[in-house]
């Protein structure tokens, strides 16, 4: 998988990102995903994913994690389907994850577990949602949310 990290101010390590680099590869091959598979992760602090939140889900707050699906339709939109004998050859960017740094330096204080295991929560949960994983309803909650733990407990990253 193509994973584009973007850490304009640093936040992270080297090491950090490569293994969130290797944990959203393991996700991606958990979910069987193609090799060519595109995707971009941006770590940012509370004042940027508070502006982000507050531009795009009219939520003036910050939150830990925000995904933007490129796959998703949105409300009118038509999905673009090719016929399969004009397929192109081009990679499938499944789209962009945003995550909080410092929400989740805050939240692994909060729930009593290490960084690193909350980082990846966030970067795995983000990833899911770029697969059209949600929980809006209880079943689709369940879901994700028992897939989110599976990935996480077999990559090794547990509470």
Same mark, same amino acid.
């Given at each position: 998988?193509?994973?584009t990290?973007?850490d304009?101010?640093?936040l992270l390590?080297?090491?950090?990102?490569?293994?969130?680099a290797?944990?959203?590869?393991?996700?991606?091959?958990?979910?069987?995903?193609?090799p060519?598979t595109?995707?971009s992760?941006?770590?940012?602090?509370?004042a940027?994913?508070?502006e982000?939140?507050?531009d795009?889900?009219?939520?003036?707050?910050?939150?830990?994690?925000?995904?933007?699906?490129?796959?998703?339709?949105?409300e009118?939109e038509?999905?673009?389907?090719? =016929? %399969?004998? /004009?397929a192109?050859d *081009?990679?499938?960017? &499944?789209?962009?994850?945003?995550?909080s740094?410092?929400?989740a330096?805050?939240?692994a204080?909060?729930?009593?577990?290490?960084?690193?295991?909350?980082?990846?929560?966030?970067?795995v949960?983000g990833?899911?949602h770029?697969?059209g994983y949600?929980?809006?309803?209880?079943? =689709? %909650?369940? /879901?994700?949310f028992? *897939?989110q733990e599976? &990935?996480?407990t077999?990559?090794?990253?547990?509470?």
């Amino acid at each position: 998988m193509e994973i584009t990290f973007i850490d304009e101010q640093h936040l992270l390590t080297e090491e950090k990102l490569n293994e969130i680099a290797d944990l959203l590869d393991f996700a991606g091959d958990y979910l069987k995903l193609s090799p060519d598979t595109e995707m971009s992760v941006t770590f940012m602090n509370n004042a940027e994913i508070r502006e982000i939140n507050r531009d795009y889900r009219n939520k003036d707050q910050a939150t830990d994690v925000i995904s933007f699906a490129l796959e998703d339709e949105g409300e009118g939109e038509l999905a673009i389907i090719f =016929d %399969e004998d /004009e397929a192109f050859d *081009l990679p499938r960017n &499944i789209g962009d994850i945003m995550i909080s740094v410092e929400r989740a330096k805050e939240q692994a204080q909060e729930y009593g577990h290490s960084f690193d295991r909350e980082l990846g929560f966030l970067a795995v949960h983000g990833f899911l949602h770029l697969n059209g994983y949600d929980h809006m309803t209880p079943e =689709d %909650e369940k /879901e994700m949310f028992t *897939l989110q733990e599976d &990935i996480l407990t077999a990559y090794g990253l547990k509470r």
